[in-house]
């Protein structure tokens, strides 16, 4: 354990430096080989375009995904995302990160999920955090979006510090959590994976389970290209030693949110926020200790129809975490 906290400590002291508010901008765009594996899938998942884009897809007989070869200790993680089009209630497609594969007990995850829907009706996103195991406290949010992300690509990144985790939609902050004292173990503190998958979510995605797949209209197919990883990796096997990406790329890293992002993100959620775990009643008795309630809010959300979570389907069997040597190895095999 005092290996493990020495290492969280040298991450925090030697991690590149995350300056002004921006996009992914001039990140380097990695290939499918550089930075991902095949999770799940078999046959559906696809690469494209030299390795730049990655197609997967949902099926009758399986989903599909794909997760990132090292762990990461904070950073910036991005992707744009084409989903699938036309009836596609029941659907899921998720990006997120999470050390459930390690830590199963008291895991730590951030989300991204986007719920599929019946024809002429809008695809929804969730996003949700979890720390140290803590699934009995659900942190989620779920909103609609400006345009139509089945359409064209549109861009999904979260930026996950030692103090705060914010998600962006096209560049655009929709949801801030900053780290407080009464959150305790309950914000995300070790080293995760980034996994983008496609599932069935049948028994709740779509109106708490009332619209289920339709494979009629399979296969259904989410598209990903732009793939970022940029932050601190963590040797899983040593657990000890630590390296972060090159400083001079930081300038295009997000470190929190300017008073204009600021503007734009409450425009947002006042305008596309469905629901709020801080104004569900029936989960909490008291909303959870970082909430701020607005009455006019709450009156707001009230509209909408009750939500309904799902479980974790979308974690298909475990995998071996490689360290940055023994990829190399395998790469030149």
């Known amino acids: 354990m005092a290996k493990l906290v020495n290492l969280f400590v040298h991450v925090l002291l030697t991690c590149c430096v995350l300056v002004v508010s921006g996009s992914s901008g001039n990140l380097p ?10 999770l799940f899938g078999e046959n559906n998942l ?6 730049k884009s990655v197609h997967i897809s949902l099926d009758e007989r399986t989903g599909a995904g794909f997760v990132s070869q090292d762990l990461y200790l904070h950073g910036f993680f991005s992707a744009s995302i084409k989903l699938p089009a ?4 029941g659907v899921v497609v998720a990006f997120y990160m999470s050390n459930g594969d390690i830590y199963e007990k008291n895991h730590d995850e951030l989300d991204f999920e ?21 699934t009995t406290v659900g942190r989620e949010e779920r909103y609609g979006l400006w345009f139509d992300p ?11 510090t030692e103090n705060q985790i914010i998600f962006y939609v096209d560049n655009v902050p929709i949801r801030e959590i900053k780290r407080t004292k009464a959150m305790g173990g309950d914000f995300p503190t070790k080293p995760m994976s980034l996994y983008s998958t496609i599932w069935d979510g049948s028994d709740w995605a779509t109106n708490g389970g009332k619209y289920r797949v339709n494979y009629k209209y399979a ?10 990883l940029h932050g601190c990796t963590v040797d899983p096997i040593e657990q000890s030693s630590t390296k972060c990406d090159n400083a001079q790329s930081s300038k295009s890293i997000p470190t929190g949110i300017t008073s204009e ?13 469905q629901y709020s775990y801080c104004y569900d009643k029936i989960r909490y008795k008291a909303p959870p200790s970082e909430c701020a309630i607005d009455p006019r809010e709450a009156e707001r959300l009230q509209g909408f129809d009750p939500v309904t979570f799902g479980g974790s389907r979308r974690r298909h069997g475990k995998r071996h975490h490689r360290s940055r ?3 190399a190895e395998a790469t030149s095999i």
């Open 29 to 38: 765009i990695l290939s499918f080989d550089e930075g991902y594996s095949h």
């Open 150 to 160: 089945s359409e064209d690509f549109h861009q999904y990144s979260i930026l996950w």
């Open 114 to 134: 986007f719920l599929g829907n019946i024809r002429g009706k809008d695809w929804r996103i969730q996003t949700n955090i979890y720390g140290n195991g803590s």
């Open 86 to 89: 036309d009836y596609t209630a």
């Open 325 to 327: 040597s023994s990829r």
């Open 219 to 228: 296969p259904y197919v989410a598209e990903f290209s732009e793939l970022v």
């Open 261 to 273: 992002q600021r503007t734009k993100m409450e425009g947002f959620r006042k305008k596309h926020m």
């Open 46 to 51: 696809m690469i494209h375009r030299d390795g």
